[in-house]
C-alpha cells in the first residue's frame, strides 16, 4: 500500500510538467525503480490508472525500468554492482575488501514521459 503515495507524487509531478506544454494526452511514462525498492510494479500501474482517471494521463503506461544495486568499497572507492542477496557480504573486486556502502538501488524517479 506504500505505493499510493508514491503514485500519487508521480502522478503530480508528470500533470505538473504537461501543465502548460501544448499537451493532449499522456500516453506513458519511463520510470526507473532501484532493486532494492519495495515498489511493485503492478500496484504502481494499479494506483496510477484509479488517480490519473478525468487527467491527461488517462490509460497512460508505465514503463518501469528496474535499476541495479550498486556498492562502493570504502577502502578503494571502486563501484561495483551486486545483487540483493550478497547485501552485507560483498566483496570488493578491486581490492577484496568487505567494507562496502550502498550508492544506488532504493531510487525511484522519472525518466521522461510521451506525450500527444
Not at 532494492?36 to 488517462?58: C, K, M, P, V
Not at 497512460?60 to 545483487?83: D, G, H, K, Q, Y
Request: proline share 3%.
Amino acid at each position: 500500500m506504500h505505493e499510493l503515495p508514491i503514485t500519487e507524487r508521480i502522478l503530480d509531478v508528470v500533470l505538473r510538467h504537461a501543465a502548460g506544454q501544448d499537451v493532449h494526452r499522456i500516453v506513458r511514462v519511463h520510470l526507473r525503480v532501484g532493486a532494492l525498492a519495495d515498489l511493485e510494479d503492478h500496484w504502481i500501474q494499479h494506483y496510477f490508472n484509479y488517480l490519473s482517471r478525468g487527467t491527461l494521463a488517462e490509460n497512460a503506461e508505465l514503463a518501469i525500468t528496474r535499476a541495479p544495486i550498486r556498492v562502493r568499497c570504502r577502502s578503494c572507492a571502486c563501484s561495483f554492482e551486486i545483487t540483493r542477496e550478497d547485501l552485507g557480504k560483498a566483496t570488493c573486486p578491486g581490492c577484496g575488501e568487505t567494507g562496502c556502502e550502498l550508492v544506488s538501488g532504493r531510487e525511484y524517479f522519472i525518466e521522461n514521459m510521451e506525450v500527444l
